[in-house]
C-alpha cells in the first residue's frame, strides 16, 4: 500500500505550534463558511481516531528510543530532502530569486551539512523557505474553495488538495523514489513512514493548545486557513486580508465577547487550559 499522501496530513499536525501562535494573534471570529461541516466534522474524527489509534503511539515509541539531538538531525535530513518541491513551485510562480535562494540552501546543507543531517545554510544567511503547488495555484488567482477534510489527508481546500498529487507526482524525491522502487515487503516505503513518524513526534509540544479549545474541529479549520494565508503571502498578508479572515470587516463583531467565551471555557476546563500555558511556554 503506497503512503504517499500520508505526510500531508502529519504536515498539518507537525506545523501545529507555528499555526497556533498565528492563531494567537488576534481573537478571531470563527469563520461560518463551511459548507461541508456536517461532513468534514465525521472526517476530522476518523482522521483523529486513526491518529490516537496508530501514529501516535508510534511516535511516542520513536522519541523514547530517541534523543533531541537524533530528532533535530532527522528532522534537518527530510526538510532538506524535500527542497526540491519548493524549488519546482518557485519557478512555477515566476519567482526565481526564490527559487535560486532555496537551490543553494538544499546544496550547502547537502554537502557541508553531510547530507541534510545538520543545518549550516540558515547559518550561512539562507533560511528555510517552503512553498507547495496549493500556494502556486493561490499567486495565480485562483480562488480558494470550500475547505474540506480528506481521510487521512486531513484539512484543505479545493484549491490546496492540488498539491496532493501535483507535488507529490512531480516534486517530492520521497514518493518518485517509491514510485521507482519496488521489493518484496514494501522498504520502499520505509523513508515515507520514518517521515511520517518524524513529524508526529515534532507535534507533541502543540498537544495542549488543541485541547484547550472548546472546539476542536473549528481551531483547526481557522488555524488551517490562517496558515495557509501567511503562507501565501510570505508571512505578510495585507490588512485587509487579515480584517476579512478574522471577521473584524463584519458588523456586529465583537472580539470582547469572543474573549470573555475563552476564558468562560479555561474556568470550566482549568487543566486543558493549563496544558495550553505550558505548551506556550515551551514554543
Given amino acids: 500500500m503506497p503512503f504517499p499522501h500520508i505526510p500531508s496530513w502529519l504536515r498539518r499536525t507537525a506545523a501545529l505550534g507555528l ?6 494573534c488576534a481573537i478571531a471570529k470563527p469563520r461560518t463558511d463551511d459548507p461541508l461541516e456536517k461532513v468534514n466534522r465525521k472526517v476530522y474524527a476518523f482522521n483523529d481516531a486513526v491518529d490516537q489509534a496508530v501514529i501516535r503511539p508510534v511516535a511516542v515509541g520513536y522519541r523514547k528510543i530517541t534523543n533531541p539531538p537524533v530528532r533535530r538531525s532527522v528532522s534537518d535530513f ?18 526565481p530569486k526564490q527559487a535560486l535562494q532555496s537551490t543553494g540552501r538544499f546544496l550547502v546543507n547537502l554537502t557541508l551539512g553531510i547530507g541534510g543531517l545538520f543545518d549550516p545554510a540558515s547559518s550561512l544567511g539562507l533560511p528555510l523557505q517552503q512553498t507547495d ?17 480528506l481521510p487521512f489527508l486531513g484539512p484543505s481546500t479545493v484549491r490546496d488538495v492540488w498539491q496532493v498529487p501535483v507535488d507529490g507526482y512531480f516534486f517530492d524525491p520521497l514518493t518518485i523514489y517509491a514510485r521507482n522502487h519496488s521489493y518484496h515487503y514494501g522498504q520502499q516505503y520505509i523513508p515515507q513512514l520514518v517521515y511520517l513518524v518524524n513529524l508526529r513526534s515534532r507535534a507533541f509540544d502543540a498537544e495542549g493548545f488543541l485541547k484547550s479549545a472548546y472546539d476542536p474541529y473549528v481551531f483547526v479549520r ?10 501565501i503571502y510570505d508571512g505578510n498578508p495585507p490588512a485587509s486580508v487579515i480584517d476579512q479572515m478574522q471577521g473584524l470587516d463584519q458588523q456586529g463583531f465583537d472580539p470582547d465577547q469572543l474573549l470573555q467565551e475563552q476564558h468562560q471555557w479555561e474556568n470550566k476546563h482549568p487543566k486543558q487550559a493549563e496544558q495550553a500555558d505550558q505548551s506556550a511556554g515551551g514554543q
Avoid: H
Avoid at 499555526?19 to 494567537?24: I, Q
Avoid at 496549493?134 to 474540506?148: C, H, K, N, Q, S
Fill in 19 to 24: 499555526v497556533c501562535l498565528l492563531a494567537g
Fill in 78 to 95: 527530510f526538510t532538506n530532502l524535500r527542497q526540491p518541491v519548493t524549488v519546482a513551485n518557485d519557478l512555477l510562480q515566476a519567482r
Fill in 133 to 149: 503547488f496549493g500556494v502556486t495555484l493561490a499567486r495565480w488567482g485562483v480562488p480558494e474553495g470550500d475547505y474540506i477534510v
Fill in 222 to 231: 481557522d488555524a488551517y486557513r490562517q496558515r495557509r494565508l501567511y503562507k
